[in-house]
């Protein structure tokens, strides 16, 4: 059977257990979940959605590893990050990592969210990604479904790009706490003096 050119097989087999395949990763966002929060764009998507933001995101290719257990480090040592959400790319394409990453920030006090393409059915069912129940046990929101061009929402109000997308919480206490837009832009001044620019409808740029 011919492998498609960003199939996942090609590159995830690459990355070496306890280890993350990611595009980018801020502290102190305000606009991609509730509270301050650490954001962590995986590296590899293989919906390649019309309409994407983020279409770097798309391939395969290594990008940036970086172990799981650093990750936490740097993300915990941070005291205004209340919270992680992990973005992409495709999250649950790297769902076994991420579960560990998010056990760890658990335990910390820190509470976890995705964004995924994949609808919480099919995460559920038993074509699902590996971990994929893994990592949905540790998550206290999901928001999910792919981006559709012709649904999009754009709203200052929303907290999903599209109509089609759902936001699932599974811990009760974020119920009254949904009030971040899908719309609002957020700029972060690396160290390098690159900039990332996020959460104008999950889209992610750095220049």
Not at 174 to 180: E, G, I, T
Request: hydrophobic share 35%; glycine share 8%.
């Amino acid at each position: 059977m011919e492998t498609k050119p960003n199939s996942p097989s090609l590159a995830l087999g690459e990355i070496p257990p306890g280890y993350l395949n990611i595009m980018g990763y801020v502290d102190h966002s305000e606009v991609n979940g509730p509270g301050s929060r650490a954001v962590v764009w995986v590296q590899g998507c293989p919906r390649e959605c019309p309409g994407c933001f983020n279409p770097d995101s798309w391939t395969f290719e290594i990008n940036q590893l970086i172990a799981v257990d650093t990750l936490a480090e740097n993300i915990l040592s941070n005291p205004k990050n209340t919270g992680v959400t992990f973005s992409g790319g495709e999250p649950f394409g790297q769902a076994t990592a991420l579960a560990a990453l998010a056990k760890k920030v658990k335990t910390a006090g820190l509470n976890v969210m995705s964004f995924t393409g994949y609808t919480l059915k099919q995460l559920q069912s038993e074509s699902a990604p590996e971990g994929a129940q893994e990592l949905i046990e540790q998550l206290d929101i999901l928001i999910d479904g792919p981006f559709v061009e012709s649904q999009a929402i754009n709203s200052p109000t929303s907290p999903v790009s599209s109509k089609n997308q759902q936001v699932h919480i599974f811990n009760p206490a974020f119920l009254d706490q949904v009030s971040w837009a899908s719309d609002q832009i957020e700029v972060h001044i690396l160290k390098d003096g690159n900039r990332i620019v996020t959460g104008y409808q999950g889209w992610l740029e750095l220049t």
